[in-house]
């Protein structure tokens, strides 16, 4: 079974600190792996994808497959990233890849 | 152009009750994802539709819900006899096919049984 692990409910940091949100998974095989944000009254959106390896507003993310871990990273939050995040996973079939979401962490920067 | 979008907003139904909740997708997406949010947790997959063919209903928690798209546009999610336990926000998805394009998501359905 495919599973999705995030084990902070919530994360307050100070603007200008470093943040790191913890992802771990269980999946037989080679899984794709996403950060999905939420902000403030909007729709969730994608913020970033393992295969593009890009970083998007200053986020990275580094897959671990030894520790089986996906843990997103920021070393100066703004206030702006205050928002909901989700890990999540998907399979690589051709279609119908549904994503399974962790519970997601509330990140709060204070100013 | 116009992303995913749900209606109604919100919903209250009152227990055994049926209800219909609708999703529009981005214009020529093909796939369409239907997923559950309980309160202080992250989205469950419901089901899949590729086209109008529904190719996965193995998240669909009872014989109470059903899903259909059929024309392979607009989709609706049916709950009947609704439960307590079905208050959630009900998402909808849409995408290209193929492992390499994104979900986009609607603003999502809060449903509400009293």
């Known amino acids: 079974a495919q599973r999705v692990t995030q084990p902070e409910k919530l994360l307050s940091v100070f603007k200008g600190a470093p943040v790191e949100l913890k992802c771990n998974y269980s999946y037989s095989g080679s899984p794709e792996l996403f950060w999905y944000v939420q902000y403030s009254r909007q729709r969730l959106q994608l913020l970033l994808r393992h295969i593009s390896r890009e970083s998007i507003k200053g986020f990275t993310a580094d897959l671990n497959k030894g520790e089986t871990s996906f843990h997103l990273k920021k070393p100066f939050a703004q206030e702006e990233d205050s928002a909901m995040y989700y890990c999540?996973?998907?399979?690589?079939?051709?279609?119908?890849?549904?994503?399974?979401f962790g519970g997601g962490t509330r990140v709060l920067v204070k100013p | 152009g116009a992303g995913v979008s749900q209606s109604p907003r919100y919903k209250v139904a009152k227990r055994g009750q049926d209800v219909a909740l609708r999703c529009d997708p981005i214009?020529?997406?093909?796939?369409l994802f239907w997923y559950q949010q309980a309160l202080g947790q992250g989205p469950e997959f419901l089901t899949y539709?590729?086209?109008?063919?529904?190719?996965?209903k193995s998240g669909l928690p009872s014989d109470r819900f059903f899903a259909e798209r059929p024309e392979g546009s607009v989709s609706t999610l049916k709950i009947q006899r609704t439960q307590q336990e079905d208050s959630a926000v009900y998402l909808c998805?849409?995408?290209?096919?193929?492992?390499?394009?994104?979900?986009?998501f609607g603003p999502g359905t809060r449903l509400t049984v009293t």
């Open positions: 999540a996973l998907s399979g690589f079939k051709a279609a119908g890849n549904k994503l399974t």
């Open positions: 998805a849409s995408s290209l096919a193929g492992v390499l394009y994104e979900q986009y």
């Open positions: 214009s020529g997406h093909v796939s």
């Open positions: 539709f590729q086209n109008e063919a529904q190719l996965d």
